[in-house]
């Protein structure tokens, strides 16, 4: 029996683009987090618990895309033409947020704020439209040359709600990374805010489960179907529990506990769109094996991937281990 190369490829991107969304997601949090918090000193904190590794969390976003382009690439060329404009203004968004991470701490006071307005304004934009970019995946695309591929099918109203959500999905992340990695009065805050976001999100995941089976038919036979069924009953439970001890680890003033159970929920909710699109790349007209690059082509790219992804692994790491603990007020990698 051959190896199955597609199928690695394809779960070599699933990992890429969850981990990207893992440790991206509580970094975009904290930028979103900033209209809440006015102090200044506050704020140099937020950023700083996260600066020594911020530009490292991207580095899955461009191993997701340079995967995806490798392993996929007529998949890669419908969905950069179908969600052009939604990938080049998150990447703006991206490019707004960077500058202003190290501007802020070289401006003089009184240009301050207008790089803490970019720091949240390129947040919001990053977040929202790779919301949109996942909205759109489960929408599905329209075959090339078809008349439905016209105008701006990722502005429909789900994709514009699942980049609403994923907002408030960063938010938590972002709110519960700070508990963990704050004290005194800015992880007091941090913890009065994270409880509304955590029902916010959960109002997310339930509408999102509603919505998506209702709209998509050949999702709702996938998850309805036996014996699927018996495989996705324990998610609403498990999405409960998470939801419960979140809440409770909050309470207890544990460290990195609501964190933890803010990634399963995450997890949980990633999982989920995962089942729901699989085996397709390009849902609903493309399978990972119909997308497929030549067999020497991904083999030769395979090579690469796993000499690189351990490397990412060791120093992304070794980066939060050299800089785990508390940040406090004066300290920090600027």
Aim: proline share 7%; charged share 10%; net charge positive.
């Amino acid at each position: 029996m051959g190896i199955d190369l597609p199928l690695i490829w394809a779960i070599i991107i699933l990992f890429a683009v969850m981990m990207y969304i893992v440790m991206d997601g509580f970094d975009l949090g904290i930028g979103l987090l900033f209209p809440f918090v006015r102090d200044r000193g506050d704020r140099d904190v937020m950023v700083n618990t996260v600066a020594p590794v911020w530009d490292g969390n991207e580095t899955w976003l461009v191993l997701g895309g340079a995967g995806l382009l490798a392993a996929f690439p007529l998949a890669y060329s419908i969905v950069l033409q179908a969600l052009s404009v939604p990938i080049v203004l998150m990447l703006v968004g991206l490019v707004f947020r960077g500058v202003a991470f190290e501007f802020r701490f070289k401006a003089p006071p009184a240009a301050r704020g207008r790089w803490d307005l970019a720091f949240w304004g390129g947040s919001v934009v990053a977040a929202f439209f790779q919301g949109i970019v996942l909205g759109s995946f489960v929408d599905g695309f329209a075959a090339p040359g078809t008349r439905s591929g016209a105008g701006l099918p990722w502005l429909a109203p789900f994709p514009v709600f699942t980049g609403l959500g994923l907002i408030v999905g960063y938010g938590l992340l972002g709110v519960t990374w700070l508990t963990m990695k704050t004290e005194g009065g800015l992880r007091a805050r941090c913890v009065r805010i994270a409880g509304p976001l955590a029902w916010a999100f959960l109002g997310v995941i339930v509408i999102v489960s509603v919505w998506t089976p209702l709209a998509h038919p050949r999702i709702a036979e996938r998850w309805f179907s036996y014996p699927n069924l018996l495989w996705f009953a324990p998610v609403p439970l498990l999405v409960g529990v998470a939801l419960w001890q979140l809440r409770a680890a909050l309470r207890r003033d544990s460290g990195a506990a609501p964190f933890l159970w803010t990634l399963l929920l995450v997890f949980l909710g990633y999982s989920g769109l995962g089942i729901s699109l699989w085996p397709y790349v390009v849902p609903p007209i493309l399978t990972i094996r119909e997308a497929a690059g030549p067999p020497q082509s991904l083999g030769f790219t395979l090579v690469g991937a796993l000499l690189v992804i351990p490397m990412i692994l060791t120093y992304t790491g070794w980066s939060y281990w050299v800089f785990r603990g508390k940040v406090r007020a004066g300290e920090g990698y600027h």
